[in-house]
């Protein structure tokens, strides 16, 4: 799907974003019939309510949307996106006194609205749609979009069309449009060329499991994005619960926010030297899945005690750090859909990341407030590392206690990159759990844009 804006020259009413601050003021300046109609359809510039005032010859002259009050806005990303859902299908001009991140976060919320999931079903298709906003890069926010869209569909399908073979497809599709270069390490391949957890979580499944590599770039710093590909878990021999098991289409969330991101980096042909690694698998249960109590040998050769099969996303991780980490990149970056405890710490909507220095956690954090990517930084604390050491092997993949699970997953996986020196992870949900401006229920990207927008500072680009 294509989320672009309507070309510059087309037909278009105006569109006036008002809010209610300066509603009376602006009603104060137009012609008496124009006060006396809105007056009488009891428009209040409330968040969201769109009001179509009449020109010469009885059709529409121009629309006003409400932007509600300050106190709504702070409660409500992509607003714009409430506003689109409220108007006809016409191409409209906005007039609003917007500028800089606030008008890129109101445009790019207009983009992602208009995103529709309709593999299975066809419906109902983008509706309003608006000219680029003078005063936005609309280029970059369409790859923006794009990249975000990538994700969403990503994580959308069910597993039975998101396999493992299907997630390799859609690397080697994006790899294909950008002139990447791929390799897949698959099945009995991963044990010859030393993934042996990859190959553990992911051998009972029907998709034979692999390690995919894209890579994009021939000069400049060197970053590397490590995505989870779990494509579906049951939990493994420790079965999940019916209830828990519903939405685990989306636990490959953290491969598609990769892959979305690493759309966005090629689209705006970033000076750097991209690599992308993703363990690709389905956590299953056959004769041959890997029990509890087993002790896995990992590619950095530390043995992992399997204490619940159902924390298999840290293991997948853990091969694909341990390679990137032997080739160390100027910035590493992590992304699953990791724990629960990331959830019950910060919600669905805030994406926990950890990060190895101050300086890339508060280049993440900026660039998360400057894109309307909300994020949160979670510490390395290294008191709990005892937490992971089992004593009978060198890790735990599962704690007991439950106690700081996001963290003590986080610090499992910094045992794998002791080469590199600038390293963030980040536990996110991936999922819509209900609609929001710009962003219908479903799978979501997190935490990409504020990446993104911190590269700059951090690669020196």
Sequence with gaps: MSLAFAPPDSPALPLHLISKEAYAGWLDGQAPQVRAWLEGAGFSAALGKVALVPGEGGGPGFAVAGYGSASDRARTRFALGQVQAALPKRVFRLVSDLAGPELDEAALGWLLARYRFDRYK????????????????????????AGEALTRDLINTPAADMGPEALEQALRDLASEFGAQVEACVGEALLDRNFPMIHAVGRAAVEAPRLLEMRWGTAGPRLTLVGKGVCFDTGGLNLKPAGSMGLMKKDMGGAAT??????????????????????????????????????????????????????????????????????????LVSMATLTGAARVAVGPDIAPFYATDEALAS???????????????????????????????????????????????????RRFVSNTGRYAHFDIYGWQPKAAPGRPKGGVGQGARAVLQALPRLLGL
């Excluded at 990517?373 to 009978?392: C, N, Q, S």
């Design 122 to 145: 066809s419906g109902k298709g983008p509706g309003a749609n608006l000219i680029a906003p003078e005063g936005v890069d609309a280029v970059r926010l369409e790859a923006i979009a």
């Design 258 to 331: 990769v892959l979305g991101l690493a759309r966005m980096i090629m689209a705006f042909g970033m000076p750097l030297r991209l690599r992308v690694l993703i363990p690709a698998v389905e956590n299953a249960i056959d004769g041959c899945a890997f029990r509890p109590q087993d002790i896995l040998t990992s590619r950095k050769g530390l043995t992992v005690e399997i204490n619940n099969t159902d924390a298999e996303g840290r293991l997948v991780l853990a091969d694909a750090l341990a390679l990137a980490d032997e080739d160390p990149p100027d910035l």
């Design 363 to 413: 280049a993440i954090a900026e660039g998360g407030a400057i894109a309307a990517d909300p994020v949160w930084r979670l510490p390395f604390h290294a008191p709990y590392e005892t937490m992971i050491e089992p004593g009978i092997a060198d890790l735990d993949n599962a704690p007991k206690g439950g106690f700081a699970g996001s963290i003590t997953a986080a610090l499992f996986l």
